[in-house]
């Protein structure tokens, strides 16, 4: 038997269900979200097949562009087809549009690789003699940075938490610590130095304004910075002893 009251008693009940369905909606899409992956930034993202072609482009253009560059650009602008931290600019702007870590190393890699190809090519084709120990030895420092500065452009633009401003660091850092060891303490070429300096401070100012990073990057550089110097001296100590 039931009671006039009972059927009032379930509608609430079903209301009541009814209402906190949405809410428990949300808290499965949100332990979803944490199991499945990291949250989507907004914005374009290459898929991994345009990406490696975006590297491709890249690289080419850089490497063409290097080559052709060199004989016409005299200090301080010279320096910019001549050193390492222009070259490996292009692996962070390629991994900026990498949806996965991993995929941004790829990119990266590949961007080092065929700019040092595409560079060796041109010379080749311009009747301009390219040494094999130098291709190699740049060839290993792309391996190394190549994946590295991938890595720092997806960083700049995904990270949050403590790694947030680590991207940035580490491309400001390339061009400050060849700044001070390679260009200013070694070659002496200090409009080259001041170049290279206000290029990475102007990086921090402007790239640092996406998210707030520029006190993380800030941070980040009490650890990239003396990086980036020990880095500059283990290259021009092995250069200096090979070639």
Known sequence: ??????PTLTAASEDTLGASRPIQALLARRVIGLRLGPR?????????????????????????????????????????VNAASPWLAPAFAVGVAARRYWHAAVAGLLTCVVELLAY???????????SSGITAFWALC???????FGVAG????AARGPLRGLGLALLASAFLGEAAIAYALFLHYYSSAALFAAIGLALIATLGARGRQHV??????LVTLPAAVVGELLL???YSQTF
């Open 120 to 130: 060796d090519m041109t010379a080749h084709l311009r009747g301009v003699a390219v």
């Open 236 to 238: 021009h100590l092995v």
């Open 1 to 6: 038997m039931t009671t006039p009251d009972e």
């Open 40 to 80: 989507q930034e907004p914005g374009w993202h290459a898929g991994f097949g345009t990406l490696l072609a975006l590297a491709v482009l890249v690289g080419v253009v850089v490497g063409v562009a290097t080559d052709l560059l060199q004989a016409h650009l005299n200090a301080p602008w010279l320096g910019l």
């Open 142 to 148: 792309g391996v190394i940075g190549g994946p590295t």
């Open 216 to 221: 993380r990057t800030g941070v980040w550089l």
């Open 154 to 157: 997806r960083l700049w633009r």
